[in-house]
């Protein structure tokens, strides 16, 4: 599966912004997603991760409350809804596909293909 995230941007601390991960193929349904991001000088860090149904989630403690995953089968499309940004959500914001579409994973390596990110900064 290819993977193009899009919808980052610059906004204001306490703004919103949506991103999508469209995925390629007639397979999108079969697997477990991911958002991960990676802030300048730092290491990757997970962000969410959802189930193949849509009916599980799970969240990195940092953005819980504010950010809401979500997917879309019928249009291939994985959504990262961040509402209530900080200045330290600032980062490159990418999406992954998990083969185990159960999994729920927080770790990168558990992922199999990766879009190629988006770079979301809030401003202060």
């Known amino acids: 599966v290819q993977l193009q995230a899009s919808g980052g941007g610059l906004v204001q601390a306490g703004g919103s912004l949506r991103l999508s991960c469209a995925a390629s193929?007639?397979?999108?349904?079969?697997?477990?997603m991911g958002w991960f991001r990676q802030a300048p000088g730092k290491e990757r860090e997970f962000v969410a991760s959802?189930?193949?149904?849509?009916?599980?989630?799970y969240y990195a403690d940092s953005v819980k409350g504010r950010f809401t995953i979500s997917r879309d089968n019928a249009k291939n499309t994985l959504y990262l809804q961040m509402n209530s940004l900080k200045p330290e959500d600032t980062a490159v914001y990418f999406c992954?596909?998990?083969?185990?579409?159960?999994?729920?994973?927080?770790?990168?390596?558990?992922?199999?293909?990766w879009g190629q990110g988006t770079l979301v900064t809030v401003s202060s």
């Open positions: 992954a596909a998990d083969r185990d579409r159960w999994g729920l994973h927080r770790l990168s390596d558990e992922y199999d293909y």
């Open positions: 193929g007639r397979t999108f349904s079969s697997y477990g």
């Open positions: 959802i189930s193949w149904t849509g009916g599980s989630t």
